[in-house]
């Protein structure tokens, strides 16, 4: 009786050791690995959690540590800082988009899927990309830059008539509704006015022919115009900032097409250079701080939106400022070829003769 006794005992005590010198090693492993012992079983448990979560400096069987485990891509895409903050404020956007957001209100015309979106900016793009490489061919014998004025000209155009209409006709008035939801008319206008800016900021990309200050004002613009189509509202104001912003680019694309054809130096150039300094001057410095004013004080738009606004009228002043420099010094070289010629006619008048030095 004592013999089967003691063999039990000797049994059970070599258990206990076996059991301890598991424990001991799964604790060994679970601190090495830093993986919990009590996972689920439906999981895999812990010998799936070995197998496949790959910690950096350790390997595992199927991928011991002499090999190395490729980078994950969204460490990749952080270390990428100029696309860190476009991906943030869209994603951003979206999320005050949402169902609770203050534009769940809005009717169910004016809010568009985001893919029905993206197709509409795509077809845009497309459009005014297949424009311009019409205008090449039309215009074989002039630059590349002259077919992308000449875009450049025809958007101008058709997105005033468009915007104008909007803004005095279609409504809601910018100065009273802004943050209002959109309309549909809206939408489609500022779809295809981000395909055109697509486009062009990347010809200016390529070309390398504007600085910074215009690259800053067309991602300004695209990035203003996104923010409207996703969140589905404040497409009043940012319709009547493209409309005092595309008033004056047809004069200029007009003051460029007269330098390059040789009549800039003419009465024609002169009333085309004053007609842009006005307007500029009274539109998107006079009116655009009124509607400023009025995005400020309204509750209705978003502070992100009221940012935007700011960040587009400074961008204004920069130009205006090149704007107005230009303007004095070619207003002191007419005064002084004025004066000049007065001169002449002068002694003409009086001696009969040009005075010759």
Request: glycine share 8%; charged share 15%.
């Amino acid at each position: 009786m004592s013999c089967p006794i003691e063999g039990r005992g000797e049994v059970d005590n070599d258990l206990n050791k076996q059991q301890q010198l598991n424990k001991s090693s799964d604790l060994q492993v679970s601190r090495h690995r830093q993986i919990p012992l009590d996972s689920p079983a439906g999981e895999g448990g812990p010998s799936r959690a070995l197998s496949e979560r790959r910690w950096p400096g350790f390997g595992s069987a199927l991928h011991p540590p002499s090999q190395q485990v490729p980078p994950d891509p969204r460490l990749l895409l952080r270390r990428r800082h100029s696309l860190v903050l476009p991906l943030w404020f869209l994603r951003f956007l979206l999320q005050r988009s949402g169902p609770g957001a203050a534009g769940a209100q809005a009717p169910e015309a004016s809010r568009y899927a985001p893919p029905a979106l993206c197709l509409q900016v795509l077809c845009s793009l497309c459009g005014w990309l297949s424009l311009y490489i019409s205008f090449c061919h039309l215009n074989k014998h002039r630059s590349y830059e002259w077919s992308c004025r000449l875009v450049t000209f025809t958007h101008g155009v058709l997105s005033i008539g468009l915007s104008a209409y909007i803004g005095f006709i279609d409504g809601p008035w910018p100065f009273t509704h802004p943050g209002s939801p959109n309309t549909p008319l809206q939408v489609h206008v500022l779809c295809l006015t981000l395909g055109y800016f697509i486009f062009d900021l990347g010809w200016c990309i390529f070309f390398q022919s504007e600085g910074a200050l215009m690259l800053a004002h067309h991602t300004l613009s695209i990035l203003g115009i996104i923010m409207a189509l996703v969140l589905g509202e404040s497409g009043t104001e940012v319709n009547a900032v493209l409309f005092g912003s595309e008033l004056t680019n047809p004069l200029l694309q007009m003051r460029w097409f007269l330098r390059e054809t040789g009549h800039y130096h003419s009465f024609t150039g002169d009333v085309v250079d004053f007609l842009f300094v006005a307007l500029f001057t009274g539109v998107r410095i006079g009116v655009g701080a009124r509607l400023l004013f009025c995005e400020m004080v309204s509750p209705m738009p978003k502070w992100f939106v009221k940012a935007g606004g700011v960040a587009m009228y400074a961008v204004s002043w920069c130009f205006m400022f090149s704007i107005w420099r230009f303007a004095w010094r070619k207003s002191i070289k007419k005064y002084h070829a004025w004066r000049s010629r007065r001169s002449e006619e002068r002694q003409l008048k009086h001696n009969g003769h040009l005075k010759i030095h």
